[in-house]
């Protein structure tokens, strides 16, 4: 069982900064892979950014802009997205990877609200 709690949404204006934290109840060293999916109105859930194994992996629509980290003493994956735009309005999930016994386990948190606008 993982615990994950996203926190760092909010209200920003075109081309602002916001960080998002996920705090995990267990160590990201023992969790095969993180990453960050969002949510828009009307749209399916899409994977945003994903770290694991040392390597990091962004949709197109975010690369150069987002950045996925971790802390490990911190139990904590940070999503720092920059220069942000109207497009990337959407509820974003923190998502972890586990390995099961012969398959993957995924947990989710609650999703935090992400809102670009001027």
């Known amino acids: 069982q993982v615990q994950l709690v996203e926190s760092g949404g909010g209200l920003v204006q075109p081309g602002g900064s916001l960080r998002l934290s996920c705090a995990s109840s267990?160590?990201?060293?023992?969790?095969?892979?993180m990453g960050w999916y969002r949510q828009a109105p009307g749209k399916q859930r899409e994977l945003v950014a994903i770290?694991?194994?040392?390597?990091?992996e962004y949709a197109d629509s975010v690369k150069g802009r987002f950045t996925i980290s971790t802390d490990n003493a911190k139990n904590t994956v940070y999503l720092e997205m920059n220069s942000l735009e109207p497009e990337d309005t959407a509820v974003y999930y923190c998502?972890?990877?586990?390995?099961?016994?012969?398959?993957?386990?995924?947990?989710w948190g609650q999703g935090t609200q992400v809102t670009v606008s001027s």
């Open positions: 770290t694991s194994g040392g390597t990091t």
């Open positions: 998502n972890a990877r586990i390995v099961g016994i012969g398959s993957y386990d995924y947990y």
């Open positions: 267990r160590s990201i060293f023992s969790i095969n892979a």
